[in-house]
């Protein structure tokens, strides 16, 4: 168990409906990503927050959306839904940020499973 | 761009077979470099980790070893167990980044 959490386990949804995925951290990191892992794209990096605030955006589509929270926990909304976007969405928190020599070990949570019908 | 190339699998191994999962890596910098495995159903853990060149991760009884020459983050296990059947990820991160970049992804699978 890494200590983040995610809820929902599973999601099904129809086409052109919103859902929002939340994650909560492990207890005292600051730094919360999300990821996409999907059959075609394989593992993706979507958004990272620091404290609240966004750090750094990779592949995301401006149908998603994301916030972390002041009491850390995070949220991911997809709107507009597509048969595309199914797939395992992945949280994943750190201590902090990393420094310009070294790294920040990233904890995973189990993942939802977005299923758009 | 950071990218990370890992063979394709699935890779099938009787046990306590010798394991070899090739990964390389393009990458600005000096990045530090991981492999992930996903067991079925469950998130990424983090399997080991090098952060500089000839580094040596090690976890389990699986290795790999960070070269910079050849750009490469091989993993390596003597003698591999039902119990590694995951798939592994390797993956890296630039210095100063954040964002993990990952591999396709190789499956293991090992038969008794």
């Known amino acids: 168990d890494s200590g983040v959490t995610q809820t929902p386990k599973h999601l099904i949804t129809a086409t052109g409906q919103r859902v929002t995925l939340r994650c909560s951290p492990r207890s005292g990191d600051l730094s919360v990503y999300w990821y996409q892992q999907s059959l075609d794209q394989g593992l993706q990096f979507l958004i990272h927050y620091y404290n609240g605030e966004e750090r750094a955006k990779g592949n995301i589509l401006e149908r998603f959306s994301a916030q972390q929270f002041p009491d850390l926990h995070s949220e991911l909304n997809l709107s507009s839904l597509e048969l595309g976007d199914s797939a395992l969405y992945f949280c994943?928190?750190?201590?902090?940020?990393?420094?310009?020599?070294?790294?920040?070990?990233?904890?995973f949570g189990p993942g939802t499973r977005l299923t758009v019908l | 761009g950071d990218s990370v190339t890992q063979m394709e699998g699935p890779v099938t191994l009787s046990e306590e077979a010798f394991l070899t999962i090739n990964c390389t890596y393009t990458a600005t910098g000096y990045p530090s470099l991981f492999w992930y495995v996903q067991y079925p159903g469950e998130g990424l853990q983090l399997l080991l980790k090098a952060t500089k060149a000839d580094d040596k991760g090690s976890n389990k009884g699986f290795e790999a070893t960070y070269r910079k020459e050849t750009t490469s983050f091989h993993l390596e296990k003597g003698s591999v167990q039902v119990s590694d059947s995951a798939v592994y990820f390797c993956a890296l991160s630039v210095k100063g980044g954040n964002k993990l970049v990952f591999g396709a992804g190789t499956i293991l699978r090992v038969k008794s």
């Open positions: 994943a928190s750190s201590v902090g940020l990393a420094g310009d020599s070294s790294y920040n070990e990233q904890f």
